[in-house]
């Protein structure tokens, strides 16, 4: 026993000190403010208020913010609202308080967040929502962002077209009641409106996430179900259909597609093992957000809404995005 | 007369004595057995093939890998609230150092192991030396770890990975058994091993029994709970290391949650949260049970927001046929 625990004590402590190097890499890319050169703008601070910092579309999101701040030369605080929406609030509230130039929300949840809107408004403080629009849009300044419902009609489109229009089809949706998984989910049955031969076998969600998705396309394969597609909500879990599709050897007979162009997407398009993603300009989206906050504030007109496109991504235009 | 009446019943408690012990240790068979049952004939031709009972071990697996961890500290009378984090977290390292043509290929599978056998052992520390009660150690580790997964991975799921690393969960043996049913054999071989044959196991037992008179015989009480978190913390990292190697990729959100599928298996396996007593096979069934209602029910098309109200109603309806058991 006093053996056993003394090696296991060494080889932890070894190895403590050996995997320093990948827990200390800083992940703070993003917060803090600004600094610029340009005195009267440098004071101008901006607040971005992101639902969650914790997959590569919001990373991706707020990276693409804080770049356009930093070209602006302004000064951007990103506030992390972990998923809960009392948390988001707390965090408008802070901003407003504190005397922010302008905030932008992605929202947590299209109703909860009116609250917030609402005091910004009363306070004098522009605000916008990226990314989701919510329940009273109109109580925003604006709304800058893709139309989830374009995206699931693209998505589905390109699969129904890749079937000939007939055949069996699974849906691995996000989160029930979010409004990726709404709207996107809106879009497959717009799109399948016009196909009366293709079939919803499968309906189910797995929470954005991988291991969800490969556990319940595992389980989906089992019973035989004679699938031509699995189109997923997101890429996360398009990529754990694709896994359980090829452990069963299926990859010639299901295809799958995805929506989001993570970076592991698009290799996998590229390869031939993705059919597609569909790309919602993150990027783009969280640019004209920063861009459009800073008009506002600045006293320049902008539309109330300003939507970013959606577009396919396949094998034949995947090298355009691949970075 | 009156000594009739004592003799019948004293006869009367053994009896009842005899069968409360049955139910006890086989009480969650007869459960498996009907969920078994009931899915066999609500679903002959999908759910009792043989490939998809092999499926059902593969996705008992990781949790059955960190139930036994969990067995471990839950018999010793504590409770690991950070084994989900740590599967992040290392699942996270481990892929990080598997991107193709930069590291050997044992480099993220001894760091996996490394780091997840040593938060388990700093969890032991704070729970035997500073006297923290352990879900509050476990529960501030869970969150410190699962920030830990968030900073290493930048946010991101970390994918690239040679398939050598695909291989440790993915490969086969004999053409048929999954890796990862290997691993989750091997550990549930050498985790009733370690219960039951050895000095250390009855130590476990004795300090979750009683942690005063086990003190009083001579039981060094704080170095069996630094043992038993840091083979907690290390199967959590084998876990970590088997999730990202099976879904190909480092996820910081992956585990959230499987703390508590883990300790389900372990209480659903007749394992009392009080601590000093339960088995080992207990626990594999509780993990197969699990797998069992998650897997028959995705085949059935069952809805996930139905699927958690079942699933928590088993976990009631075995626990309380335990203390039914334990009562008589």
């Known amino acids: 026993m006093k053996g056993m625990l003394a090696v296991l004590l060494a080889l932890t402590l070894v190895l403590s000190a050996g995997c320093g190097n990948a827990t200390e890499q800083p992940a703070d890319s993003v917060g803090n403010g600004a600094e610029s050169r340009e005195a009267d703008l440098s004071d101008q601070r901006y607040a971005l208020l992101m639902s969650h910092m914790t997959n590569a579309f919001t990373m991706e999101m707020s990276g693409a913010v804080k770049a356009k701040a930093d070209e602006l030369g302004v000064q951007l605080t990103i506030f992390d609202g972990e998923h809960d929406v009392a948390k988001q609030i707390s965090q408008a509230e802070t901003a407003i308080t504190q005397g922010y130039a302008g905030i932008m929300v992605e929202p947590v949840s299209v109703d909860g967040i009116k609250p917030a809107v609402t005091a910004a408004k009363a306070a004098g403080i522009p605000i916008i929502t990226v990314n989701q629009r919510i329940t009273d849009q109109e109580l925003a300044d604006a709304y800058v962002g893709a139309n989830p419902v374009e995206g699931g009609e693209l998505e589905m489109r390109t699969a129904a077209e890749d079937m000939g229009g007939k055949g069996k089809v699974a849906f691995l949706l996000g989160p029930m009641g979010s409004d990726g998984q709404i709207g996107r989910t809106k879009g497959y049955y717009n799109i399948l409106g016009q196909y009366g031969d293709i079939e919803v076998v499968y309906e189910q969600t797995a929470n954005w996430k991988t291991d969800e998705a490969l556990k319940l396309v595992e389980n989906w394969l089992q019973t035989g179900a004679d699938l031509s597609a699995i189109v997923a909500n997101n890429d996360g879990m398009a990529m754990g259909a694709l896994k359980a599709v090829e452990d069963a050897r299926l990859q010639d007979k299901i295809k799958i597609y995805g929506l989001d162009a993570t970076p592991d997407a698009l290799a996998a398009v590229k390869e031939g093992r993705l059919a597609a993603t569909i790309s919602q300009s993150t990027t783009e989206q969280g640019m004209l957000g920063m861009e459009t906050i800073f008009k506002i504030a600045n006293g320049e007109e902008v539309p109330a809404e300003i939507i970013v496109h959606h577009t396919l991504i396949d094998k034949d235009n995947v090298g355009e995005y691949i970075k | ?328």
């Not at chain 2, 059955?64 to 471990?72: E, V």
């Open chain 2, 1 to 328: 007369m009156r000594r009739n009446s004592r003799e019948v019943g004293a006869v009367e408690q053994a009896k009842s004595l005899q069968s409360s012990r049955f139910m006890r240790e086989f009480g969650i068979l007869f459960v498996f057995a009907g969920v078994l049952g009931a899915l066999m004939l609500l679903s002959p031709g999908a759910f009792a093939r043989p490939a998809n009972l092999m499926n059902i071990i593969k996705q008992a697996s990781v949790n059955g890998i960190l139930a036994m961890g969990m067995m471990f500290v839950i018999i010793s009378g504590g409770i690991d609230l950070s084994v989900g984090s740590i599967v992040a977290l290392t699942g996270v390292v481990a892929a990080s150092f598997a991107h193709p043509g930069e590291y050997p290929f044992l480099v993220p599978v001894v760091l996996a192991l490394g780091l997840g056998a040593l938060i388990g052992l700093l969890n032991g520390v704070g729970v035997a030396y500073g006297n923290i009660p352990p879900f509050i150690v476990t529960l501030g580790m869970m969150t410190i770890v699962r920030g830990l997964a968030l900073i290493v991975s930048k946010g991101s799921p970390v994918f690239g990975v040679t398939a050598a690393f695909e291989n440790i969960a993915g490969a086969f043996v004999l053409e048929v058994v999954p890796l990862l049913v290997v691993y989750f054999l091997v550990v549930t071989g050498a985790s009733a091993f370690l219960l039951n044959k050895t000095v250390f196991g009855r130590r476990v037992y004795a300090v979750g029994g009683n942690e005063v008179s086990a003190r009083f015989s001579g039981i060094d009480v704080q170095r069996i709970r630094l043992a038993v978190y840091t083979i907690s913390g290390l199967l959590a990292g084998l876990a970590g290391l088997v999730l990202a190697s099976r879904t190909v990729s480092g996820n910081p959100t992956a585990g959230q949650s499987y703390e508590l599928d883990a300790i389900a298996a372990v209480i659903i396996g007749g394992v009392s949260m009080s601590g000093g007593s339960g088995k080992w096979y207990g626990t594999v069934i509780g993990a197969l049970l699990i797998a069992v209602i998650g897997n028959g029910l995705d085949i059935l098309n069952v809805s996930s927001h139905y699927q958690l109200v079942i699933k928590g109603a088993i976990i009631i309806f075995a626990v309380l046929l335990d203390m039914k058991g334990k009562r008589k």
